[in-house]
C-alpha cells in the first residue's frame, strides 16, 4: 500500500468534481492511500502572482508547510496548484529568508499525471487491467503548466512530452501524435476576455480532430472545463461541428481498470462521451 | 546582481533597472529574434509584442508597457520563457509588469482582467478557498455583465457541476487572513 497526501485545489471540489471522484477511485483500486491535507485552503492560482508574487508566494507556502508536517509526497491533480507550489519550493530553496511561514522545502510534490506514469504504476495498472482501450484513439493534451517551465517542473521533453502516451498505451488505448499537445488553451482569460479562448479551443478542437482523435485526454481542471464546456456555443460561430468529448485520464483508467462508477464521472460532461465510448464498445 | 544588470542601472534607466531588479531578469539581454511572440498564442491579440515589450523597457518607456493589454492578456504559459535563446524569463517579467500597473497612476490597458483578480483575491481572503459560485456573482456584480454565459452555466448546474454552497471549512480562514493582512500593510508602504 502506497501512501500520498492529497490536495484537491478549489476546482476539484466544484466544476472538476469527476476528476477527484476519480482519482480516489482509480487510487483505490490501485491500492494508494490518499490522505486529504486538513484545513488546506486556496494556493492563490494565477490571481495571486499576477497581483503580488509575496503573496503568492505565502498562499502557496501554507499548504506546502502542512503537508511538510508528515513523511509522505504531496499529490495535486491541478496543474495551477501545482504550478504555484512548484514556485513556492523553488523560492524556499533559493531565498529562504523570503518566506515566512513554517515550510522549508521538504515535501516532494507530485502532479497527478506524472505520477499515475511513474513505472511502478504503470506496471500495476498492466496487472490490474480489466479491459484495453483497444481502438480507441485519443489526443493526449499536456497544456502548458504541466510540462512547463522545466526548471520548475523537471520534464525533459517539454516540447513533446509522452508519459501521458505510455499511459494511454498501458491502457490499451490508440495515442495519436498532433502537434498542439503542450498549446495553451487560455483558461485563465476564460471569464474576462471569452473571446481569446474561443479562438485557441478552435485551434486545439481542428487540430485534435485533424489528427483523427476520437477524444482529447487531459489532467488539467482548467483545460478540461474550458474545451469542453463552449463545443456548442462554437459551432454557432464557426460553422464547424467538434463533439469531441474531453476526458480526464484518470477516467479513461478507470474504465481500463473496470471501476464501477465511471458511468458517474462521464455523465458530468457537457460534451457527451457516451456515444464514442459506445461506438467503441468500450460501455 | 549579474553584471549585465548592475550595467542597466548605471546606464540611468530607472524604469529598466526598476524592472530587472523586481523580475531577477536580464532584459538587455534580448537581441530581437523575436522567437517569443512566434510562439506565443496570443500574440495575435497583443497591443504590444512580448518582443517589442522589451524594447519599450529597454527604452525606458514606463506608460507604454504599463498601459498595454499584453501585460494583462499574457496567460502565463511560459512558451515565451523555454523558447527565449538567451534565457529571459519573459512570463516572469509579465508578472513583474502587472504588479508595477496596478500600483502606478495608469489605468489598466484591460478592463475585466484586474477586476477578475481582484475578485478572486477578495473570494480567497473571505472564505479560505474559491467558491465558484460566490466569485461569479461578485465579479458579475462588479462588471454588470449578468447574462453573459447564463445558459451555459444553467447547463453545468444540471450537470451537477456548480456547487450552490460552499463546503463548510473553518480551518486555514484565519491564517489565510493574516497572510493578506501582512501583504496589504506591505503594500500600503
Sequence with gaps: ?283 | MTELNARENQKANPFLSEVAQASGEKISACFQCQKCSAGCPIAYAMDVLPNQMLRHIQYGHREKVLTSNTIWICASCYTCSVRCPNNIDIAKIMDTLRALAVHSEFKPGEKDIPIFHSAFLDTIKSRGRIHELSLILQFKSKTKDFFKDAALGWKMYRKGKIKLLPSKFCGGKKEVKEIFNAFEKGARQ
Excluded at chain 1, 29 to 34: A, F, R
Excluded at chain 1, 64 to 80: M, Q, S, T
Excluded at chain 1, 219 to 241: F, H, S, Y
Aim: with cysteine; charged share 30%; net charge neutral.
Design chain 1, 1 to 283: 500500500m502506497k501512501e500520498v497526501s492529497y490536495y484537491p485545489g478549489c476546482s476539484l471540489h466544484g466544476t472538476a468534481r469527476e476528476y477527484d471522484d476519480s482519482i480516489r477511485g482509480v487510487s483505490k483500486l490501485l491500492d494508494i492511500q490518499l490522505y486529504e491535507l486538513e484545513d488546506w485552503t486556496c494556493c492563490g492560482a494565477s490571481s495571486a502572482h499576477c497581483t503580488d508574487e509575496k503573496l503568492a508566494i505565502d498562499l502557496a507556502a501554507r499548504n506546502l508547510g502542512l503537508a511538510e508536517k508528515n513523511d509522505r509526497d504531496l499529490l495535486v491533480p491541478c496543474v495551477a496548484c501545482y504550478s504555484r507550489f512548484k514556485a513556492a519550493e523553488k523560492e524556499v530553496k533559493e531565498h529562504p529568508e523570503k518566506v515566512h511561514l513554517s515550510y522549508h522545502g521538504n515535501v516532494p510534490i507530485r502532479y497527478a499525471l506524472d505520477f499515475f506514469c511513474d513505472d511502478g504504476i504503470l506496471e500495476e495498472v498492466k496487472k490490474k487491467r480489466a479491459k484495453s482501450l483497444s481502438g480507441l484513439k485519443v489526443a493526449c493534451y499536456y497544456g502548458c503548466l504541466t510540462v512547463r517551465p522545466p526548471k520548475m517542473t523537471g520534464v525533459r521533453e517539454y516540447e513533446n512530452p509522452q508519459h501521458m502516451d505510455r499511459l494511454m498505451k498501458t491502457l490499451g488505448a490508440d495515442p495519436v501524435p498532433w502537434c498542439y499537445k503542450t498549446d495553451c488553451c487560455g483558461a485563465s482569460l476564460v471569464m474576462t476576455r471569452t473571446d481569446i479562448v474561443k479562438k485557441l479551443n478552435d485551434r486545439l478542437l481542428s487540430m485534435a480532430m485533424e489528427a483523427e482523435a476520437d477524444c482529447l485526454v487531459t489532467g488539467c481542471p482548467m483545460c478540461q472545463a474550458n474545451l469542453d464546456t463552449r463545443q456548442g456555443e462554437l459551432e454557432k460561430e464557426t460553422g464547424k461541428r467538434y463533439n469531441l468529448p474531453i476526458l480526464y485520464f484518470t477516467e479513461l483508467m478507470g474504465l481500463a481498470l473496470g471501476h464501477k462508477d465511471v458511468r458517474k464521472w462521464l455523465h458530468r460532461h457537457i460534451t457527451d462521451p457516451m456515444k464514442i465510448l459506445s461506438a467503441k464498445g468500450l460501455m
